[in-house]
């Protein structure tokens, strides 16, 4: 079974700087996608950002970007121009490629704190 | 773009109540809809997947008895928590995935709490 682990319960960044925010996956298949939700206070589940894994380049939207390691599992997301809006809980999630209609594993979230 | 719309928001009902919960996908058909819940500061558990046309497939742990989910056309899915009780009261959101095409992202709704007192 896939897993995702986001080994940082809680990060923060000063408005106008950068933040990364770490995620490693465990997967024997070779096609899948990765993505990053955005969770804001709402609870609204929002996609930041997608990756296919058989696209060597880097996902970038506007100011968010991926750091994609394919052979090290590692699916890091760079938000720069840190802004208040961007106050969230941020989950990592991997899907299979492999099978229609797969379901979204999902890593455990990290709390992202902008100051001002 | 993909809307999925999911109502009632909000349900704050007494012990024993069967709540329902519906999903929608306004402008796409969706064959497959997910069901999950959340406890505050976790992350989102799976409860079951949904099919339309066919039987719901639950994850372990889940109770399908008491999780009911119907799929019966390509733009709802509901699921109705049955004699509630106050443990499970949580946060409960739903998602789309479009029927074409295996590369789709997953489409959410805004979610439902659900108070049960």
């Known amino acids: 079974a896939q897993t995702v682990t986001q080994s940082q319960p809680e990060m923060s960044v000063q408005e106008a700087e950068t933040v990364t925010l770490s995620c490693t996956y465990d997967t024997s298949e070779s096609d899948y996608y990765l993505f990053w939700y955005k969770q804001p206070p709402s609870r609204q589940m929002i996609l930041v950002i997608r990756q296919e894994a058989y696209k060597q380049q880097n996902a970038t939207e506007n100011r968010f970007s991926v750091n994609f390691q394919k052979a090290a599992k590692s699916f890091s997301l760079k938000i720069s121009d840190s802004q208040l809006g961007d106050a969230a809980m941020y989950f990592c999630?991997?899907?299979?490629?492999?099978?229609?209609?797969?379901?979204?594993?999902f890593g455990e979230g990290t709390q992202l704190t902008v100051n001002p | 773009g993909a809307v999925v719309s999911q109502h009632p928001s909000r349900v704050i009902c007494k012990s024993g109540t069967s709540v329902k919960i519906e999903c929608r996908s306004l402008d796409f058909q969706a064959t497959t809809m997910f069901w999950y819940r959340q406890f505050p500061k976790q992350s989102l558990m799976l409860m079951a997947t949904?099919?339309?046309?066919?039987?719901?497939?639950?994850e372990q742990g889940v109770e399908k008895d008491k999780f009911l989910i119907n799929h019966a056309s390509l733009t709802l899915s509901t699921l109705t928590v049955t004699s509630a009780h106050p443990e499970d009261s949580s946060f409960y959101i739903c998602?789309?995935?479009?029927?074409?095409?295996?590369?789709?992202?997953?489409?959410f709704g805004d979610g439902t709490r659900l108070s049960i007192l």
């Open positions: 949904s099919n339309e046309g066919s039987k719901a497939t639950y």
């Open positions: 998602s789309a995935l479009r029927s074409a095409g295996n590369n789709q992202p997953q489409h």
């Open positions: 999630a991997y899907r299979s490629g492999e099978t229609s209609g797969s379901r979204l594993t």
